[in-house]
């Protein structure tokens, strides 16, 4: 999973401030809690979100999303639980000429294409929410959904209890910290669409890791050499991998680890290209156009009809320079950017350091 969660010190960095009015400009669903006045820290490479902050010191600040690197969000210490926010547009914009779209728009783009990538940040409650209600408004056509939350070649079959099917298909309740995921499943479940796995098979990525692609299945070898990155596009999965583990990963293991990424993405794009048309539930690190799912089945299948969606938490969408220029930042990474709003979390670095 390349979900990363990036920390940093605004030490040397130089940023500016400003605020605005959060309830005005976010799409949101009946469940989400409204949320205060936030503010943004922003500079070149680098903007985080906060919501009432009190910061004692520079190095207190911590930095939320690295646009250039992840789009991820960022714990805020003293942060509010969010309250119920009106019901409003959904903020989603094409990267391609920053234009704002309206979710019937997307709707439509997304039953154009053979393959799409519909991103999330896993622990984000509203990212379940608003895709479960993005795939009640698809029309009703054979699609099936491909999950990164269930092991390749894996089928669900639905009957009358929602866990107990997803379990049946190898869904680890804990590790996908189970009800997060439930608004998603159940409107697949309602709609009855094929629901299939996508990831890794289990212990794969740790023989990957230990033996390299002397453990690959010859077709996933094939794949991935059809679809070798550039040294640019290696050293950004580097890093990537490097941000997800709070920067404490061993620089030595980077390959290994860069292997076992991009084989999880190759087995996903291989059950898209299966089994189109198709709808792809993943990470937002996957949903990547150069170096996650998209890249690899652009290099085996060129003509494939792709989308890529992203759902990040929000920046400052009232100001007009801001805006440009994240959408300028993700315009290689993604086809649509649907901006969210912020999930309250704890700190996934300081357990991390305990562990390694």
Not at 192 to 209: D, R, T, W
Not at 251 to 261: D, F, H, I, Y
Request: charged share 20%.
């Amino acid at each position: 999973m390349l979900d990363f969660v990036l920390f940093r010190a605004f030490t040397k960095i130089p940023s500016f401030r400003l605020k605005f009015d959060f309830n005005s400009i976010l799409p949101s669903i009946t469940s989400l809690t409204q949320p205060s006045p936030i503010r943004i820290i922003l500079n070149k490479s680098t903007y985080a979100i906060f919501k009432k902050c009190i910061f004692k010191s520079p190095r207190q600040s911590l930095v939320a999303i690295t646009l250039q690197l992840c789009a991820l969000p960022l714990f805020c210490l003293g942060q509010d639980k969010v309250k119920d926010t009106p019901n409003t547009s959904p903020v989603i914009y094409a990267t391609a000429n920053q234009q704002l779209l309206s979710l019937e728009n997307l709707v439509h783009r997304i039953n154009q294409a053979q393959v799409t990538i519909l991103g999330e940040l896993h622990d984000n409650p509203y990212h379940h929410e608003l895709r479960a209600n993005l795939l009640r408004q698809l029309p009703k056509r054979s699609v099936t959904i491909i999950a990164e939350h269930l092991p390749a070649k894996k089928t669900v079959q639905w009957n009358l209890n929602l866990e107990e099917d997803l379990k049946n298909a190898g869904f680890d309740l804990k590790a996908w910290q189970w009800p997060l995921h439930r608004p998603l499943f159940n409107a697949i479940a309602e709609l009855q669409l094929p629901l299939l796995g996508g990831n890794l098979p289990p212990s794969a990525g740790k023989e990957i890791f230990a033996h390299q692609d002397a453990n690959l299945p010859p077709t996933i070898r094939q794949m991935l050499q059809l679809a070798k990155l550039s040294e640019n596009a290696e050293n950004t999965l580097f890093q990537a991998i490097q941000d997800g583990h709070c920067n404490l990963f061993p620089k030595a293991s980077l390959p290994k680890m860069s292997l076992v990424q991009r084989a999880r993405d190759a087995y996903m794009a291989l059950e898209l290209i299966e089994h189109q048309p198709a709808i792809l539930l993943s990470g937002n690190g996957h949903a990547w156009k150069d170096i996650g799912v998209p890249q690899i089945i652009k290099a085996n299948l060129p003509t494939t009809q792709l989308i890529s969606i992203l759902l990040i938490e929000s920046p400052d969408l009232k100001d007009l320079s801001t805006l440009q220029e994240v959408l300028s930042s993700l315009k290689h990474k993604a086809d649509y950017v649907w901006f969210t709003p912020v999930s309250q979390r704890a700190d996934p670095c300081a357990a991390l350091q305990k562990r390694m």
